[in-house]
């Protein structure tokens, strides 16, 4: 059989044989993925030789310097101190069971890997790890990979990964940057992907019926279908198995050992949001890349035809426009897939994300959630606040913040903005307007 691969657009067969799973696969792919890598590996981004700003770079640094340090407990290792340090909530908790990750060998239905998130950083645990995964979403270089070996050592120390991780995380599906790729598969009672009955790549628009293939999920959902919990078993189609009893799951103790995590959820909720933020920060990065790298070749190019510095090409602008434009529409959540049922976890993630705020005068904030109809109250992210967003090169920033006030004001009603009421506009223009301290004089 033959695996199908996409790098930078283009359809690749590559001659391998199946049974070596999703490892043969991502190590064929090595060489098409480095010269991807090689785009953002030169200037203006120069991504392997740039130093880190973000929030595991900081506790790096606070750790060098003796002013913080971790706490090591039998079994989970640095994981809740580490938790702590990040201020990554333990409720955000998500567990999937695929062979799909750096630790592969030690994932499997019984012993899945335990995700953690929080709206700027990641940590991968696995039972027995040799080490604990950390992704941050840096304001100038996408996402940013390390570990932390999990031995007691008396200064643990945090380590930046510029090689493997890319692979995987800096290739067309992460949109040609350094990002976060969510995925829905289909695997064996071992864990092993089964590649040959397809997989999903999954987002905010992604069908339920298509979300989290080997990720356990916890929570109710009503009549909607999803395949969650589901492990393939003998020589049946996979796309045919019968997943009844994966639905509407709240206790996942049957399934494994439970007492193994920090928490005995594997939220539904929580698993939405994920997929919303792991690609919107793909579509802030791509923003960002584009937008530097569009503005650094104009340089050059006056530069080399002896035109004065600052003056703008049309191309510079198309470009801006080209990678600026798919962001407002994801931030504004266009073609969001619409839920049919109500959406209920079954940890105490959702409250405690509603929580962080902030919020304007009426009380109403951009992280309420309705997951009633569709994932939020107001449809724009919140990752509008972000760091990453507000690192935007001037020109990307000023664009979306421009075209975001002419959808919010009526002025642009086009298809992709369809799904927004005259309420939901006038809503998000007030909540940002008390909220948001970036928005230039023009929205007043």
């Given at each position: 059989?033959?695996a199908?691969?996409?790098?930078?657009?283009?359809?690749?067969?590559?001659?391998?044989?199946?049974r070596?799973?999703?490892?043969?696969f991502?190590?064929?792919?090595?060489?098409?993925?480095t010269?991807q890598?090689?785009?953002?590996d030169r200037?203006?981004?120069?991504?392997?030789?740039?130093?880190?700003?973000n929030?595991?770079?900081?506790?790096?640094?606070?750790l060098?310097?003796?002013?913080?340090?971790?706490?090591r407990?039998?079994?989970?290792?640095?994981l809740?101190?580490?938790l702590?340090?990040?201020?990554?909530?333990?409720?955000s908790?998500?567990?999937v069971?695929?062979k799909?990750s750096?630790?592969?060998?030690?994932?499997?239905?019984?012993?899945?890997?335990?995700?953690?998130?929080?709206?700027?950083?990641?940590?991968?645990?696995?039972?027995?790890?040799?080490?604990?995964?950390?992704?941050?979403?840096d304001?100038?270089?996408?996402?940013?990979?390390?570990?932390?070996?999990?031995?007691?050592e008396?200064?643990?120390?945090?380590?930046?990964?510029?090689?493997?991780c890319?692979?995987?995380?800096?290739?067309?599906?992460?949109?040609?940057v350094?990002?976060?790729?969510?995925?829905?598969?289909?695997?064996?009672?071992?864990?092993l992907?089964?590649?040959?009955a397809g997989?999903?790549?999954?987002?905010?628009?992604?069908?339920?019926?298509?979300?989290?293939?080997?990720?356990?999920?916890t929570?109710?959902?009503?009549?909607?279908l999803?395949?969650?919990n589901?492990i393939?078993?003998?020589?049946?189609?996979?796309?045919?198995?019968?997943?009844?009893?994966?639905?509407?799951v709240?206790?996942?103790s049957?399934?494994f050992d439970?007492?193994?995590?920090?928490s005995?959820?594997?939220d539904?909720?929580?698993?939405?949001?994920?997929?919303?933020?792991?690609?919107?920060?793909?579509?802030?990065t791509?923003?960002?890349?584009?937008?530097?790298?569009?503005?650094?070749?104009?340089?050059?190019?006056?530069?080399?035809?002896?035109k004065?510095?600052?003056?703008?090409w049309?191309?510079?602008k198309s470009?801006?426009?080209?990678v600026?434009?798919?962001?407002?529409?994801y931030l504004?959540?266009?073609?969001?897939?619409?839920l049919?049922?109500k959406?209920?976890g079954t940890s105490?993630?959702?409250?405690?994300?509603?929580?962080?705020?902030p919020?304007?005068?009426?009380g109403?904030?951009?992280?309420?959630?309705?997951?009633?109809?569709r994932?939020?109250?107001?449809?724009?992210?919140?990752l509008?606040?972000?760091?990453a967003?507000?690192?935007?090169?001037?020109?990307?920033?000023d664009y979306v913040?421009?075209?975001l006030?002419?959808?919010?004001?009526?002025?642009?009603?086009?298809?992709?903005?369809?799904?927004?009421?005259a309420?939901?506009r006038q809503?998000i223009?007030?909540?940002l307007?008390?909220?948001?301290p970036?928005?230039?004089?023009y929205?007043?």
């Open positions: 059989r033959l199908v691969g996409f790098v930078k657009g283009a359809k690749v067969i590559l001659s391998i044989p199946m070596y799973g999703m490892l043969g991502l190590m064929a792919i090595v060489s098409l993925t010269a890598g090689d785009d953002f200037e203006p981004i120069s991504y392997s030789t740039r130093q880190p700003e929030r595991v770079s900081k506790l790096i640094a606070e060098d310097a003796g002013k913080k340090t971790l706490k407990e039998p079994g989970f290792g640095y809740r101190s580490l702590a340090e990040l201020q990554v909530p333990q409720s908790q998500m567990l069971f695929s799909t750096l630790q592969r060998h030690k994932i499997s239905p019984h012993t899945p890997r335990a995700i953690y998130f929080s709206d700027d950083t990641y940590i991968g645990y696995c039972q027995d790890g040799e080490v604990l995964e950390i992704t941050a979403a304001k100038d270089l996408g996402a940013v990979f390390y570990t932390l070996v999990q031995k007691d008396e200064k643990p120390r945090i380590k930046r990964n510029t090689e493997n890319l692979i995987c995380h800096g290739s067309s599906s992460t949109k040609g350094p990002g976060h790729l969510v995925r829905s598969v289909y695997s064996d009672a071992s864990g992907p089964i590649l040959a997989t999903y790549r999954t987002n905010q628009t992604s069908p339920l019926r298509e979300r989290w293939g080997s990720w356990y999920v929570g109710t959902h009503g009549g909607q999803h395949l969650g589901l393939v078993r003998g020589r049946s189609r996979p796309e045919d198995a019968d997943n009844a009893a994966g639905q509407n709240t206790d996942l049957s399934y439970t007492d193994k995590y920090l005995p959820h594997s539904i909720v929580a698993l939405m949001v994920l997929e919303h933020q792991a690609e919107a920060q793909n579509y802030i791509q923003a960002n890349f584009g937008t530097r790298q569009a503005l650094h070749y104009e340089q050059s190019l006056n530069r080399e035809l002896g004065p510095a600052n003056e703008h049309d191309s510079t470009r801006i426009k080209s600026c434009e798919p962001l407002l529409e504004l959540f266009s073609e969001e897939a619409t049919t049922h959406i209920q105490k993630f959702a409250a405690e994300f509603a929580q962080r705020g919020r304007d005068k009426q109403r904030s951009l992280r309420d959630l309705d997951l009633n109809r994932m939020f109250k107001y449809p724009c992210s919140y509008i606040y972000s760091d967003f507000d690192a935007l090169p001037r020109e990307a920033k913040l421009r075209r006030h002419e959808v919010l004001t009526g002025k642009d009603t086009s298809q992709p903005f369809a799904h927004l009421s309420s939901d809503s223009r007030e909540i307007l008390e909220t948001h970036g928005l230039p004089e929205w007043r």
